[in-house]
C-alpha cells in the first residue's frame, strides 16, 4: 500500500511533471496512465534507450513510488513491465543498483535527474550482461530496493 504524499511532496511532484511533459529530455515521457491518475505517489516513466548505445530504440518502464518524506527521501525506482534492461548494475527483477537512489539522494534531484542518470548509466554499457549474483539477489531480496545494502564497488559500467 502507498503511503499519501506530503501536500508539499505532492506539490512538488506536481512541478516535476509539468517540466517534463513541458520539455522531455530525450527518450523520456511520462506514462499516460500516470497522467490519468489522481495519486502521484507512483509515477510510470517510458524511457527509449539512447541512441548510439548498445540499448538504441529499446522500450523500457521506470516506476517511481514516492514516500510521504519526498523530496527530502528519495524515491523507490525499479524498471518494470516486459523489458528489463540487461545491464550489470540491473537486476532481472528491475532492482537498479545506482548509488543516487539509495545514500548519494539528494532533496534537489527530481524525475528527471533521476531518469537522465540511469540513461547516461545505460549510455556507459559496454556489453549487456546482468550482475553477476543476480539469481541469488532476485531469490533473497526485499521488495523494496531501498532495503537493499548496495556495494557500490564498479564505477565503470
Not at 20 to 29: R, V
Request: charged share 20%; hydrophobic share 30%.
Amino acid at each position: 500500500m502507498n503511503m499519501p504524499l506530503s501536500k508539499p511532496a505532492g506539490k512538488r511532484l506536481q512541478k516535476e511533471l509539468m517540466a517534463i511533459m513541458k520539455d522531455p529530455p530525450d527518450g523520456i515521457t511520462v506514462s499516460q496512465d500516470t497522467l490519468e491518475g489522481s495519486d502521484l505517489s507512483q509515477i510510470c516513466v517510458n524511457m527509449t534507450g539512447p541512441s548510439g548505445t548498445l540499448y538504441e530504440g529499446e522500450a523500457f518502464m521506470l516506476r517511481f513510488k514516492f514516500g510521504p518524506k519526498y523530496p527530502f527521501d528519495s524515491p523507490e525506482v525499479v524498471f518494470t513491465g516486459e523489458n528489463i534492461p540487461v545491464h550489470p548494475h540491473i537486476y532481472s527483477n528491475g532492482h537498479i543498483c545506482l548509488s543516487i537512489l539509495t545514500e548519494d539522494w539528494s532533496p534537489a534531484m527530481s524525475v528527471q535527474s533521476v531518469c537522465l542518470s540511469i540513461a547516461s548509466m545505460l549510455s556507459s554499457c559496454k556489453e549487456k550482461k546482468r550482475p553477476p549474483d543476480n539469481s541469488f539477489y532476485v531469490k533473497t531480496c526485499h521488495k523494496n530496493p531501498k532495503k537493499t545494502r548496495w556495494w557500490y564497488h564498479d564505477e565503470d559500467v
